[in-house]
């Protein structure tokens, strides 16, 4: 049940829909899981397929112990297809292969689930094909689709399935699963609080100018902290440099947020005195912000943040 636990903590709310569709017999054919990556659709999809192979159900769920959970975890199941994309998408060969497949009784039972990951890199004919499929589905048969993009899918196609939203990780689960990636916990909880997506997270972490990006803010940090006039030059030798375009320029303020709130933590802690000038520290950060989004210069804000916190 430690599975269970563990789906049930990433995505509850999806995890009791599913469970209470299996407990009252109302199973679709067809299921459109839709979320970021990282969000438990995978691992959900294999659950969800497990109910109905499962040898000894424990509370009306897959036990994880018997020769066919085992197998459906180790993608050993006849039974349980898979599709992945075929370089940069799932080709219409691929379709068809699973048609003529399906179209055979199951191997072991009359069963069959089929799970189509990036379901939203089918190119239109191997999607086309799928809709035709998805009109007159076999018997006993269920596919579950996983995408990133619903606007992806076809509408046809997302009109004969069951939609399933997965939510965005809280900040601690993305943390977790961050972590469990062998980000170092400190990245991974800067990560985790400068996005909610999985994937965003990730493609960051292997950004090799993530590393300078968050050493530059937190020496420009450590400046505005000590009232170092030497801040004032590092803006214009250093940061100014190192985030170029709006998108980075507004994740200098975004992770500078996210030290001065650590920091401010850390003395509502140990000293109350303190809490002022990190309150004022992070209302100058915020502002600085919305100056961004209004098109002003990311120079001059952050000269003017600057030049308020050291020379206030």
């Known amino acids: 049940m430690e599975e269970a636990q563990k789906l049930q903590t990433i995505q509850p709310i999806v995890f009791r829909q599913l469970q209470n569709s299996f407990e009252h017999g109302r199973l679709a054919h067809a299921y459109l899981f839709e979320g970021d990556q990282g969000t438990g659709k995978a691992e959900l999809a294999l659950w969800f397929a497990k109910h109905l192979f499962c040898l000894d159900l424990q509370k009306g769920m897959p036990c994880e112990k018997c020769n066919n959970c085992l197998r459906i975890t180790s993608k050993d199941h006849p039974d349980v297809v898979e599709i992945e994309p075929d370089g940069q998408s799932i080709k219409v060969d691929q ?8 179209t055979k009784s ?3 039972s ?3 689930v089929v799970i189509i990951h990036q379901a939203e890199k089918m190119n239109l004919n191997s999607a086309n094909s799928l809709l035709k499929f998805l009109e007159e589905p076999p018997a006993n048969f269920m596919i579950i689709l996983e995408t990133q993009s619903l606007g992806k899918i076809l509408p046809t196609i997302r009109s004969r399935c069951q939609i399933i939203h997965f939510q965005a990780l809280s900040t601690e689960r993305l943390q977790s699963r961050l972590e469990s990636e062998q980000i170092p916990a400190k990245t991974a909880k800067l990560l985790a609080n400068l996005t909610n997506s999985y994937g965003k997270a990730v493609e960051i972490s292997k950004d090799e100018w993530f590393n300078e990006a968050r050493d530059a803010v937190i020496q420009w940090f450590n400046y505005l902290e000590k009232n170092d006039p030497q801040a004032f030059i590092y803006v214009q030798k250093k940061l100014v440099k190192t985030f170029k375009d709006k998108t980075q320029q507004q994740f200098a ?6 030290f001065v709130k650590e920091k401010r933590d850390q003395v509502m802690k140990q ?3 303190d809490l002022k000038t990190y309150n004022y520290l992070l209302e100058e950060v915020l502002s600085a912000s919305q100056k961004l989004e209004a098109n002003v210069s990311f120079q001059n ?5 600057t030049l308020r916190i050291v020379f206030a």
Do not use: D, P
């Open 95 to 102: 379709i068809r292969a699973l048609q003529s497949e399906l």
């Open 106 to 108: 199951g191997f072991e």
């Open 110 to 112: 009359a069963k069959k």
């Open 253 to 258: 303020f975004e992770m500078l947020a996210y």
């Open 271 to 273: 000293n109350q005195t």
């Open 301 to 305: 804000i952050a000269e003017q943040v």
